[in-house]
């Protein structure tokens, strides 16, 4: 159990460090201190590594939002209604953004992913893929199909917009509310609304000037 509550211990302070600065501007030592341990070596005994400690923060919150994502997918094939941008959209997005609605708000997760989505250093398909990211993969099929009768260069770089809006957006609305005691009255509104947006830039139609952008930069690399 002292092990279980120690490796509990410096995978909080990990997520709220990161969270706030980046892995990279944050030292083991640091999250030893922050974790209240003062033994030098806990961390490395519990995770040898940068990497098996950020996998760890993966792990405490990813695993139950995948475990979301599938049910959601799977309600929906059972219903016949996987084939509708929205319905997707939010089984994307609501489990990660249903983060925010705990009570204890203690949450640093979201905060600590943009971190790790915008540091160039950190590959996150390769610290989750196979592990957590079941839920987002099958989002990303049906996406493809849905939006099957646009470019596939078009819908690859939708998809990845997609999941950055999704990523910041919930980042800041949890970087609002750890300043603010109260919870929002208009929360669900800016995820219903969020989802809006997200699923209207996927569908929104190719413009002319996209299409030639398009068509151009296939002719350079043909």
């Known amino acids: 159990m002292v092990e279980t509550d120690t490796r509990e211990k410096l995978v909080a302070a990990a997520e709220r460090l990161f969270a706030e600065r980046g892995a990279d501007n944050v030292s083991l030592r640091e999250v030893n201190r922050a974790a209240g341990q003062k033994n030098v070596a806990a961390l ?7 990497r098996a400690l950020m996998v760890a923060i993966f792990e405490r919150r990813m695993a139950d939002i995948n475990r979301r994502r599938l049910e959601m997918l799977e309600a929906m094939a059972t219903e016949k209604q ?18 925010l609605a705990d009570p204890k708000r203690n949450s640093h997760y979201i905060r600590f992913l943009a971190q790790a989505v915008a540091d160039p250093n950190v590959d996150i398909g390769d610290l989750i893929r196979g592990r957590f990211d079941h839920g987002f993969a099958q989002t990303r099929r049906l996406l493809q199909q849905i939006l099957s009768g646009l470019p596939d260069r078009i819908v690859e770089q939708r998809i990845q917009l997609a999941g950055a809006q999704m990523v910041y957006a919930l980042a800041d609305k949890e970087r609002f509310m750890a300043n603010d005691d109260r919870q929002p009255a208009e929360l669900w509104l800016f995820i219903d609304n969020l989802i809006d947006a997200i699923a209207g830039m996927l ?8 299409r030639q952008r398009l068509n151009n930069s296939e002719k350079l690399s043909a």
């Open 82 to 99: 996987d084939q509708d941008i929205r319905n997707v959209v939010e089984a994307m997005v609501l489990p990660l953004a249903e983060q």
């Open 203 to 210: 569908a929104a139609p190719v413009s002319p000037a996209t």
């Open 44 to 50: 490395h005994y519990h995770f040898g590594t940068r």
